[in-house]
């Protein structure tokens, strides 16, 4: 979630840095800070909000070697003195964190009784103190004690005013250094470097990096490790508006391609762990697991075979029933969502297992057998090609799995996902009616969306989209359930979005549109049928037999967005909100 850049070379390191953190606002952050080294003294600035309260700050920091991070409070309000990075008591040490230490109340006693005071909140400035603690003279046997009594998460980037290294240490939570010749960065994403480099050591759990003319990676023991360099293949300019006004506009016009790669590369290629299983547990967060819900409704329609959608921090917790044939599958745009990794390791040696990912090399690619979306970047915090290519998988999946039983509607399906680039272009020119309603919704304060089956899974994306880059309210039900409660909010006025794609639950669903129209609802529906004897407004997307569902999801990307941009509201980087969800 909060994001880590660091910097070695021979340049100044204040505007290395700055850039550096510059590429991971879209992670989501509410303060930011750096840490340069110099003449063996550590200046620190540090601002709340946005990035740009701190680049005035920084102008006359001078040196080669710094670190810098961008902070999505877990501990402690969104303060200067709760911005990285942290000082240890002495001011030997500078250090920035992205996890969450489980032991540091425990730790802080421990440091509190031996004369160490806090400035902070945090529970990352606990991790400076330590180190500072452990320190007679070798920096690096203090970070492996500091490090091995450490609970719980971290990746930390770390600068000591007397040694002209740059440190870094990794465990679950990302952290990658990039070479760049004589230059070496170290980073939470290795989008904030892909202006820099494409090659890159990509640290395993329990590894430091020692940084200086070389790189030398150390296990916790102290032993060298030999690494593979990874050398990225996304395009840099990905990762650029192109002159679009945001990330998200730009990333839902970039879906016709990424689905084009995403089909090209497993369509007709073999998913081996999908043999022999008798059942699917598909888990998720977020967009993710609304990928999953549409991927249960599609698989078990098609092939008779049970799934069960969850939500990751939930599966995990629950003594979820697994038996060895059945396969366990994570969704997760990053593969660094904690609460996925926590539920696919719950799982995982109970039965096969498999992820859905757009990162590769990511930690879940490392748990479990990858089957990769090709997204390319994606900078905006609310998803977009990540969760309609994530569920393009799903429905590979179904085509494969229907395949397998000889059913003959398969090729139906194939020949529907091989269309869907053009689908979604068709869907893609109806921008213009979803901005003229994107700002009919705009003045509202609450929506609600509703769906049946698939459309369901559809609609409960749709609501999230609407409620985190537009700040309105908006809930989703099943069409069906609205008489059940909560019709009772329906009044004059109230929008109501509802998507109805499948013709078997169609006359369904137009009764529920009706008890709502009946209340004064104004609805808007999504749909490849005629329901404008029912519904205010009719957005008609393209007629399929299966995908219809993903198309409307589409729309309703779209429609967020431009309910966003009425509103004036900050579309990429909304509040509170973090792109990759790194801890609890």
């Known amino acids: 979630m909060c994001g880590i850049v ?23 952050y509410d303060s930011a800070g750096i840490a340069v080294l110099h003449n063996g003294k550590i200046d620190v600035q540090k601002a709340e909000g946005r990035l740009s309260n701190l680049i005035g700050l920084t102008t006359d920091m001078h040196g080669s070697i710094g670190i810098g ?32 230490i489980e032991n540091y109340k425990e730790l802080k006693s421990f440091l509190e009784a031996r004369g160490f005071t806090f400035v902070s909140d945090t529970d990352s400035e606990v991790i400076a103190h330590l180190i500072d603690f452990y320190y007679t003279g070798d920096v690096i046997t203090a970070l492996i004690k500091a490090a091995n009594r450490l609970s719980g998460s971290y990746a930390l980037g770390i600068i000591c005013n007397n040694d002209n290294r740059l440190f870094a240490i990794k465990k679950d939570s ?66 650029d508006k192109n002159g679009y006004p945001h990330f998200m506009l730009k990333e839902i016009y970039e879906q016709p391609e990424a689905l084009e790669r995403t089909l090209k590369a497993h369509l007709y290629a073999p998913l081996p762990f999908l043999y022999d299983i008798n059942s699917i547990h598909i888990i998720g967060c977020g967009s993710a697991y609304h990928a999953a819900l549409m991927g249960k409704y599609i698989i078990e329609a098609l092939t008779g075979i049970r799934v069960n959608a969850d ?44 992820c859905i990912v757009n990162v590769p090399e990511s930690t879940l690619t490392h748990k479990s057998t990858p089957m990769y979306t090709f997204a390319g970047p994606e900078v905006a915090v609310a998803t977009t090609k990540g969760f309609t290519t994530q569920l393009l998988n799903l429905y590979i999946i179904a085509a494969k799995l229907l395949k397998k039983r000889g059913d003959d509607r398969v090729q139906s399906l194939i020949e529907e996902i091989e269309a869907l680039p053009t689908l979604v272009q068709q869907t893609l020119t109806l921008e213009p009616q979803l901005k003229e309603l994107g700002k009919r919704i705009a003045p509202h304060s609450y929506a609600f969306f509703i769906g049946r089956g698939a459309d369901y899974a ?64 104004f609805v808007i529906g999504i749909s490849c049928f005629d329901l404008s004897k029912v519904c205010d407004v009719t957005v008609t997307v393209p007629a399929t037999q299966f995908v219809s569902p993903l198309l409307a999801s589409v729309a309703c990307q779209m429609l967020a967005y431009h309910t966003a941009a009425a509103k004036g509201c900050d579309i990429d980087k909304p509040r509170n909100l973090a792109k990759s969800v790194t801890v609890e």
Not at 69 to 87: C, K, L, S
Not at 215 to 238: F, P
Not at 478 to 487: D, R, V
């Open 69 to 100: 991070h961008t902070r999505w409070a877990t501990h402690g309000a969104p303060e200067v003195r709760n911005a990285h990075p942290h000082i240890s008591k002495s001011g030997r040490f500078a250090l920035v964190h992205n996890g969450i």
């Open 311 to 354: 939500i990751a921090s939930e599966f995990r917790y629950r003594n979820p029933i697994i038996k060895p044939d059945d396969l366990l599958l994570a969704i997760s745009q990053s593969g660094e969502t904690a609460d996925t990794i926590g539920a696919l390791e719950i799982g995982a040696n109970k039965c096969k297992s498999a």
């Open 174 to 239: 990302p952290l990658v250094v990039g070479l760049c010749g004589k230059d070496t960065f170290i980073a939470s994403d290795m989008q904030a470097l892909l202006d820099k480099t494409r090659d890159f050591y990509i640290l395993d759990n329990g590894e430091i990096a020692v940084i200086g003319d070389t790189v030398d990676i150390l296990n916790l023991s102290g032993e060298h490790i030999q690494k593979q360099i990874y050398h990225a293949t996304w395009d840099k300019t990905e990762a």
């Open 6 to 28: 660091g910097y070695y070379g021979n340049e100044d390191a204040s505007p290395l840095l700055i850039n550096g953190l510059s590429r991971l606002e879209y992670r989501g």
């Open 458 to 521: 559809a609609a409960k994306e749709s609501a999230l989209k609407l409620k985190e880059i537009s700040y309105i309210h908006a809930d989703c039900y099943p069409a069906g359930e609205l008489k059940h409660g909560t019709i009772s909010l329906i009044e004059e006025g109230s929008v109501v979005v509802a998507i109805a794609t499948d013709k078997a639950l169609l006359d369904k669903t137009i009764s529920n549109i009706i008890e709502v129209k009946a209340r004064g609802a």
